[in-house]
Nanobody, 125 residues
Framework: QLQLVESGGGSVKAGGSLRLSCAAS????????MGWFRQVPGKEREGIAA???????TYADSVKDRFTISRDYRKNTLSLQMNSLKPEDTAIYYC???????????????????WGRGTQVTVSS
């Protein structure tokens, strides 16, 4: 069964960096596009970065110029490099995948079929 597994979360001080990774549990060709979402307790899960099948990347305004999404197609992994972290970046971060060819950072949760369980990122001031 295909599952996505995130890693790399943790605690860091404001201004610091973290790198999240996401790997598929089995080799698959079912995932064409991928994205990163995050969720704070009591709020909706929001998309923050996406990379589509054409390798086009998009970002939410809140993370633009600080976060970078990338994908290693040979290893079937997804990464999110997070720099200049702020306390408001504190959230659970989720990796998501879809067979859709086109997605962007504003794509809906329902646009993605595959999800990881999330990894906690905590940024202290």
């Amino acid at each position: 069964q295909l599952q996505l597994v995130e890693s790399g979360g943790g605690s860091v001080k404001a201004g610091g960096s973290l790198r999240l990774s996401c790997a598929a549990s089995i080799y698959t060709t079912r995932i064409s596009s991928m994205g990163w979402f995050r969720q704070v307790p009591g709020k909706e899960r929001e998309g923050i970065a996406a990379i589509d099948s054409y390798r086009s990347t998009t970002y939410a305004d809140s993370v633009k110029d600080r976060f970078t999404i990338s994908r290693d197609y040979r290893k079937n992994t997804l990464s999110l490099q997070m720099n200049s972290l702020k306390p408001e970046d504190t959230a659970i971060y989720y990796c998501a995948g879809t067979g859709r060819l086109r997605v962007n950072s504003a794509s809906r949760i329902l646009d993605f079929e595959y999800w990881g369980r999330g990894t906690q990122v905590t940024v202290s001031s």
